[in-house]
């Protein structure tokens, strides 16, 4: 791999990855941004750069930095997080380490036709979470907008819906 190149024979180099663009003129493109930073936070990656870009992936981009437009943001402390189809959602979760309390979650329901209904399990989650919200982008337009009623916490877990074909940010606090 890139990482066991660099441990072995540069150790202490940080991993960028520049000038990508995936491409896109639809909700694909923020699916595919979305997919991309979780797996860039997954990996270690230290910079990313993209290449010029469009509303959609600017809209993945938000999911990740600002989904609330008060500063929302994906947490900075990676945790894991799985799936049981990659194929249809992608899971990439993260708590903030300057609040404890808070949990974000992205997931990607990339079904073109079907709702997804999801239950995540939080086992040995170190917070008491109250409350539950979806942001998301999906259909025909760049906007994140919060999915009134998408998520319900019951005891350890939490039922997430989503819109067909759409990426979203779970924030649990």
Do not use: H
Not at 24 to 51: F, H, P, Q
Not at 54 to 77: E, R, V
Not at 87 to 109: E, F, P, Q
């Amino acid at each position: 791999t890139v990482q066991a190149s660099i441990d072995k024979y540069y150790p202490g180099t940080k991993l960028a990855i520049s000038e990508y663009n995936f491409g896109g003129d639809n909700v694909s493109a923020t699916i595919a941004m979305v997919e991309a930073l979780g797996c860039y936070a997954d990996k270690g990656v230290y910079l990313a750069t993209l290449w010029g870009g469009n509303g959609y992936q600017f809209a993945g981009i938000n999911l990740y930095t600002n989904y609330n437009k008060k500063g929302g943001a994906f947490g900075d402390l990676l945790i894991p997080a799985v799936t049981d189809d990659v194929s249809l959602c992608s899971a990439y979760a993260a708590r903030s380490s300057t609040d404890d309390g808070i949990l974000t979650v992205s997931l990607t329901n990339k079904s073109e036709t079907d709702a997804l209904n999801a239950v995540l399990t939080l086992e040995g989650a170190q917070s008491d979470y109250q409350t539950a919200e979806v942001w998301a982008v999906y259909g025909d337009s760049t906007k994140i907008r919060l999915l009134e009623g998408a998520a319900v916490l019951e005891g350890d877990q939490v039922n997430v819906t989503l819109p067909a074909y759409c990426a979203a940010m779970l924030v649990l606090k």
